[in-house]
């Protein structure tokens, strides 16, 4: 879309003051200011967050589908220091100073970094129906966010739309994709940031200094102007205040952790049955299958083929039998078959739940049952019938479901979607009732259909956490489900792209994000490539392997015995790290902190210096704040490359447990290793060997020490599946290490929070970097026992299971 200013003086970064001589004004929860006939509201849900709304004669009507009522509602009062030019409006964090005449704004934190300035010249523009703002982009900062854009990690350069669309086999330079989240983190060379919102629904585009130097412009086609300024100042408390407003992830079930095999098809229940017992025989460690389309009747959602699976009932038994859960899909689409018993059909016309088109009439769009029609998911009732379709799958014992084609995808017309003019009716609570065009509802229509599955599974299943699987979403759809990329293809340059797309998902609120491991599309994979996928798909948050049905197998075990067994050491390697994500899992419940992170998110002085490690560019990734994956910058070749460990150090590598000496090492790429180092500082737990989520592991939990500064960790375990944990059903443990001299060591247990039962009777304690030729060990005074290993440089001690405070000793004599 094209924006209604010209080539403008070039922004600025600076911040000037306003006069003392000012005068104080009352503090309002809310301030008015009007120029011509635009009128700017300034509210402030927190000190860290101001809230700007404009309109044209009046302000837009208050509502939202990403950010509660709670949050947007002013929660501290505005001082407001009054001129006859400017107005002055302070927080405990922030300060804005807005010229009366033009509206612009300019915002700073109380260090004195501008928080997303307007640019010089007309900054604001409302336009009917739509708007465009224009931002300063200082020199030195970095953005980030948009969701899973194509490109590169940083969108400064870029130009970007927001439109969701099925964009199968997309590529590096395909704009738009199947999701619209406009939140954008900025990052400056010194690592402070801040952040900006802006709360749309409507076709809208970002330009990061495109089409002009140094600024970033924004604008939608339609709608309100309502948009958000985060403080920060760093990049994690920004990610916290994005998560206050649009929400965090429900805690997944552990189950979703584990490996997701997926293909499109698995036509019959014996092809499934034997990919089940292919998994247990090869000793492949896994917890998930999916059904795509092809398990349904004629394509018709919420059926089920009784040719080809004569009962699914009981296979969903033998595969948890199996310790495995199936997830189905179920597309948006529903059949239009009239008088042929088909019931979502019949029943969601007679309740006259569908999308209509403007004389009233059903749109009626080709997917792949044929004709079509599409749920009002912006009617509650509607969404709570569409909720009520998974009852016979929920008694069946079905997992978890996958709402595919939901931007919403329509073959046949040069669109890719329905029609704009399509009506829709809102009957939300804070939204005044009425009707409203599909160029309005497009990008939120996935998000309210995975949150109309999840609120149908939360009702038909009080008590167990659902697993829903979105394509397409928007702005909070993190509240309601998990993502993938979408229809990626078979080529190292899209394992390339997965990990700046997986990483900015983590960003914009989705913690829980994946690709499909070995391409969806395209030829089919060579056997270096799917192992190498398979390897970093072992430490992303959602690790599913899935591919279309125009290609050869794609399983594990495809290439032969020698990469099968690659892959199974890294599949094995996930599952034993499981205490570890679970953990990581839980935290981003509380706080919206990502499970994968760009190595940024905990080292804000590299944001824009390749964007991560050193020589290991874009394709270098945290795996919580602790574990750092460095698969090189070209992923195929085998050409040696320069990594340099960021922060202070010490950092270790992961598979031998050794110290890395210096910062500076230079990497020769091996195809069964994938580079993975462990932060000095940390505490990682791993727990023995298991082949399903479903098993208890048997053995103690091992604690890996790697001694550095701000040495912690945690342990957190609940039940798993479900909702028990937040009423005090769940075991959290904090530990905290530090290492006073050469060859000694204290690692702290801190009392245990929560009732839920450890499964492990002991730990054992494995402390890294350890040097030293003998090592005497005590609890809490009491001599336990030690045992080193010189080659490995490490220390091992045995103990009881820790569940007060107590603090282990390690030293030399």
Request: net charge negative; charged share 20%.
């Amino acid at each position: 879309m094209s924006f209604p200013f010209g080539r403008l003086a070039r922004s600025f970064a600076c911040v000037t003051l306003l006069s003392p001589t000012l005068a104080l004004a009352q503090s309002a929860e809310r301030y008015l200011l009007q120029s011509g006939s635009v009128r700017l509201e300034i509210s402030a849900p927190r000190d860290d967050i101001i809230r700007l709304r404009a309109g044209r004669d009046r302000l837009p009507e208050d509502a939202s589908w990403a950010v509660d009522a709670a949050m947007r509602r002013p929660g501290v009062p505005l001082q407001v220091r009054e001129g006859a030019a400017q107005v002055q409006l302070r927080t405990a964090a922030l300060v804005l100073d807005i010229d009366r005449r033009s509206l612009a704004v300019q915002a700073h934190d109380l260090q004195g970094h501008a928080v997303f300035g307007d640019a010089p010249g007309a900054a604001l523009r409302l336009d009917r129906p739509g708007f465009a703002l224009r931002k300063a982009m200082p020199a030195d900062a970095h953005y980030f966010g948009l969701g899973d854009k194509a490109g590169p990690l940083d969108r400064r350069g870029g130009a970007f739309v927001l439109w969701n669309t099925d964009a199968y086999g997309f590529g590096a330079a395909t704009d738009p994709l199947y999701k619209s989240i406009p939140f954008v983190l900025q990052v400056d060379e010194q690592g402070a940031s801040c952040g900006l919102f802006v709360d749309t629904t409507w076709r809208s585009s970002f330009d990061f200094g495109r089409a002009e130097r140094d600024t970033l412009l924004v604008g939608a086609e339609g709608g309100p102007l309502d948009y958000y300024l985060l403080a920060g100042p760093d990049p994690k408390a920004v990610l916290r205040q994005y998560a206050y407003l649009t929400g965090t992830a429900p805690l997944m079930p552990l189950w979703s952790l584990g490996f997701q095999q997926s293909h499109y098809s698995y036509k019959t229940e014996g092809e499934i049955q034997d990919i089940a017992a292919r998994l247990r025989a090869d000793r492949l460690p896994a917890d998930v299958l999916y059904l795509d389309i092809d398990y349904q009747d004629r394509n018709r959602p919420f059926t089920v083929s009784i040719q080809a699976f004569p009962d699914l009932g009981a296979l969903v038994r033998r595969l948890r039998a199996q310790g495995l859960h199936l997830v189905l899909i179920t597309d948006l689409h529903i059949a239009r078959a009239p008088g042929q018993g088909y019931a979502p059909y019949d029943t969601g016309t007679a309740a006259g739940w569908f999308v209509k088109n403007p004389d009233g009439s059903d749109y009626v769009g080709t997917v792949w049952p044929g004709a079509a029609v599409f749920p009002d998911f912006s009617r509650p009732a509607a969404r709570a019938w569409w909720g009520g379709q998974y009852e016979a799958f929920v008694r069946m014992g079905v997992a978890g479901f996958w709402n595919d084609m939901n931007e919403p995808s329509i073959f046949q017309v040069r669109s890719k979607t329905m029609p704009l003019d399509t009506v829709h009716r809102i009957e939300e609570p804070g939204f005044a009732p009425r009707n409203a065009s599909h160029a309005e509802l497009h990008n939120v229509y996935g998000m309210l259909n995975s949150r109309a599955t999840y609120e149908g599974l939360r009702t038909l299943a009080p008590d167990r956490r659902p697993f829903v699987l979105t394509r397409a979403s928007a702005a909070g759809g993190q509240r309601y489900a998990a993502t993938w990329t979408g229809d990626n293809s078979s080529s190292w340059a899209h394992l390339q792209l997965s990990i700046a797309q997986l990483a900015n998902l983590g960003l914009s609120g989705f913690a829980y994000a994946g690709d499909d491991i070995g391409g969806f599309a395209g030829a089919a994979p060579a056997p270096e490539l799917l192992t190498r996928w398979i390897q970093i798909g072992a430490f992303n948050p959602i690790f599913r392997d899935h591919y279309d049905n125009s290609k050869p197998p794609q399983e594990p075990w495809v290439h032969g015995p020698v990469h099968e067994d690659i892959r199974r050491r890294y599949l094995e390697e996930r599952y034993r790290l499981m205490p570890y994500l679970y953990a990581l899992a839980e935290e981003n419940s509380r706080t919206g902190l990502p499970i994968l992170r760009p190595v940024f998110l905990e080292f804000p002085q590299l944001a824009g210096r390749d964007a991560a490690a050193g020589g290991a560019g874009e394709n270098a990734f945290l795996l919580g704040a602790d574990l750092l994956v460095a698969p090189g910058p070209s992923l195929e070749s085998p050409a040696p490359y320069p990594l340099h460990l960021p922060g202070a150090g010490p950092w270790y590598d992961y598979w031998s447990g050794r110290r890395v000496e210096g910062s500076d090492v230079v990497i020769t790429p091996r195809l069964e290793v994938l580079p993975v180092y462990v932060r000095g500082g940390a505490v990682v737990p791993r727990e023995p060997l298991v082949q399903s989520t479903d098993q208890i592991p048997q053995g103690d939990l091992e604690l890996g020490v790697y001694p550095g500064p701000d040495c912690a960790g945690a342990l957190y375990l609940d039940d798993g599946v479900s909702f028990a944990y937040q009423h005090g059903d769940f075991l959290r443990q904090a530990l905290r290490c530090d290492a006073p001299a050469a060859s000694v060591l204290r690692l702290q247990f801190a009392p245990r929070e929560g009732h839920f039962p450890a499964w492990w009777h002991g730990f054992k304690v494995v402390v890294h970097g350890w040097t030293a030729a003998h090592a005497h060990a005590r609890l809490d005074g009491r001599d336990v026992l030690a045992s080193v290993d010189p080659q490995a440089q490490s220390v091992s001690i045995a103990l009881p299971d820790v569940a007060q405070p107590a603090t282990l000793t390690l030293d030399e004599r």
